[in-house]
């Protein structure tokens, strides 16, 4: 049977369609894009972040590159990869957000191991603003140091979460501690929250993360300290 030129050309839009959706069904990947939703980084410190070899991060950064959610530039003998837009990011959180919602075993995680860690609700973005700008809380910023400086929420206070036990006592007692780290999923901001409660400080996490923030239209500060 013929094909009218209509249809093969959609067939093709549907075919990179496809290409796409076949970039992302990578769970390897996914935790890349979330990575570089907090800033460029290396190959190097992508692998570090991820767990994952160089030569598989590498493997799986070209994947994403052929299909154009990533970009990369050569800076010496480092290569550099970013998203190509914040509509990758909006991509990302919109996957959560149906997976949460009509994918019964993402629920199901979600409240085994992310829900049921914290019996209080989050701070939403808007009221952390709000308090903030009071001066009412202390905005706790748990990634590593080199997300901190590509990108955090004003007034932020870095403290990576490896780092948090030996400088607890630089945190004040008398002012409640507000978390966040790379996204809703991130395991550092709760990690964050249960070391705080155990030294006696009242402390909550943000809703989302950094990327949550800068989506909702408020100011990210970049610092001028370069890192690899």
């Known amino acids: 049977m ?24 990578s769970a390897g ?13 290396t190959v190097e410190v992508l692998a570090r972040e991820s767990g994952m070899s160089v030569a598989n991060t590498s493997h799986h950064l070209n994947a994403l590159r052929a299909v154009g959610l990533v970009e990369a530039r050569k800076e010496g003998l480092y290569v550099h990869y970013r998203l190509a837009g914040d509509d990758v990011d909006a991509l990302l959180r919109l996957l959560r957000q149906v997976g949460e919602r009509h994918v019964e075993a993402v629920g199901a995680v979600v409240k085994k191991y992310f829900a049921s860690r914290d019996e209080l609700e989050p701070v939403g973005r808007r009221e952390l ?18 997300e901190f ?16 036990a030996s400088r607890i006592d630089e945190l004040p007692r008398d002012q409640e501690v507000v978390a966040y780290c790379r996204s809703a999923y ?16 009242k402390a909550r996490r943000l809703a989302g993360g950094l990327p949550e923030w800068r989506a909702d239209g408020f100011n990210v500060q970049r610092s001028k300290e370069k890192t690899k």
């Open 2 to 25: 013929n094909t009218s030129p209509r249809i093969g050309s959609k067939r093709r839009l549907y075919e990179e369609f496809a290409r796409l959706g076949h970039a992302l069904s």
């Open 29 to 41: 990947r996914l935790e890349l894009l979330e990575v570089l939703a907090q800033g460029e980084r």
């Open 129 to 146: 603003l709000t308090r903030a700008r009071e001066g009412s809380v202390l905005v706790l910023d748990v990634r590593p140091r080199a």
């Open 149 to 164: 400086l590509a990108g955090h929420i004003p007034g932020s206070v870095s403290v990576p979460v490896e780092e948090l």
């Open 186 to 201: 991130c395991v550092l901001g709760y990690r964050a929250v249960e070391e705080l409660r155990k030294s006696g400080r």
